[in-house]
């Protein structure tokens, strides 16, 4: 089952690439947009990304959202808040395919799919990229090559529906991974969210010096330090948005980062070298260890077969179970066997521990059977 119409949702960025790197994947996707701005939705007819383009209540107008309405998949780019209206507008309009989102916080998003009802099936999905510049003018077919993908399962996951949005975000260039909801706002409250808040603090800190010094403090600013800042300036209704859906994490990592750098003031201002080795030297050795982008070789690919019973939640348990092992989904295949029992079938690259993935499944009911995808001559 593949993606044959798609219909993106909010014309920022992330929908504005979503459509070129669809647009790329195949080119005769037929691929239609909704958004407020009407300027956007000229950009992007003109630009060739999207074949159609209405306002949301023209789109609704038209039946574009309504019970079998030509969309396999609605693709919802916008604010969480105004995320969570479109999905009670959805199931207000009877609209029945599979809808994902692309909000970097999953929580609330699910809770609001959930609180939503209707018949559409839902896959919380989250690209872990981004820039600076925003608008469909930035928007870019390669903006997730190469880049993780996070999708959040639930046990109310439709098997079908994950595999149809797993499917399109590989297409788009993008490695996915599965990460339980409470999990990946947890972490990208560290990775994302504390980081872009540091970034605009140092900008706020070092524009408050100039105007001490005067301007040739910013003048003088390196390289690293522009690199280091570059997110800062990024949208800020945008982020002020992501700081509060996410607020409980983002308050527990910035706690956690005042408490390292206290602890780099108490050091320096003892004069102890040694101490701030130490500290500095954990991070470079923390920093080098990061993955570059990596690209797996086939004949390392694994193929793991779960056999199940075809129920919502199912793919939830084994995809969030492989996230846990570290082992990375390069693809994934559902075979339906009867009414109400499948395989399902995981390609495997060759990250993590399969030897823990093998014993969470096996620990929770399942047989699960592992093989090279290329047999060896």
Not at 140 to 148: A, H, I, R
Request: glycine share 10%; hydrophobic share 45%; charged share 20%.
């Amino acid at each position: 089952m593949s993606v044959a119409r798609l219909t993106v949702v909010g014309l920022g960025l992330m929908g504005g690439s979503v459509a070129a790197a669809a647009r790329r994947a195949r080119a005769r996707l037929a691929i239609r947009a909704v958004d407020a701005d009407e300027p956007s939705l000229a950009a992007a007819l003109d630009r060739g990304l999207v074949d159609e383009a209405l306002s949301p209540d023209a789109a609704v107008a038209a039946g574009w959202f309504g019970p079998g309405a030509r969309n396999d998949l609605v693709v919802l780019g916008t604010p969480v808040g105004a995320t969570a209206g479109w999905l009670e507008r959805l199931a207000a309009a009877g609209y029945d395919g599979i809808v994902t989102d692309l909000g970097s916080t999953k929580r609330l998003v699910i809770e609001s799919a959930e609180r939503a009802g209707g018949t559409f099936r839902f896959v919380g999905g989250h690209p872990m990229t981004g820039s600076e510049r925003s608008g469909v003018g930035a928007a870019s077919e390669t903006l997730f090559d190469g880049v993780y993908y996070i999708l959040t399962p639930t046990p109310a996951t439709d098997m079908d529906a994950y595999r149809m949005v797993h499917a399109f975000v590989t297409s788009l260039g993008a490695r996915v991974v599965s990460v339980d909801a409470a999990a990946h706002d947890d972490a990208v409250a560290i990775v994302s969210h504390v980081p872009h808040v540091t970034a605009s603090a140092l900008v706020e800190l070092a524009s408050s010096r100039a105007e001490e010094a005067g301007a040739d403090l910013l003048r003088l600013a390196a390289g690293g330090f522009k690199d280091m800042t570059r997110i800062a300036a990024g949208s800020p209704d945008l982020w002020t948005g992501i700081c509060l859906d996410n607020a409980d994490a983002l308050v527990a990592g910035l706690s956690g980062l005042e408490g390292v750098l206290a602890e780099f003031r108490e050091r320096v201002a003892a004069g102890d070298a040694e101490g701030v080795r130490a500290l500095l030297a954990t991070a470079a050795d923390a920093r080098r260890a990061l993955p570059a982008q990596w690209v797996p070789a086939t004949t390392r690919l694994r193929e793991l077969s779960v056999p199940v019973s075809d129920r919502p939640g199912v793919v939830g348990i084994v995809t969030t179970a492989a996230s846990r092992a570290g082992c990375n989904i390069e693809d994934i295949e559902i075979d339906h066997q009867s009414e109400d029992s499948a395989v399902l079938r995981l390609v495997l690259t060759d990250e993590g521990s399969v030897e823990a993935l093998l014993a969470d499944l096996e620990a929770r009911g399942f047989t699960p059977v592992l093989r090279p995808l290329e047999e060896e001559a």
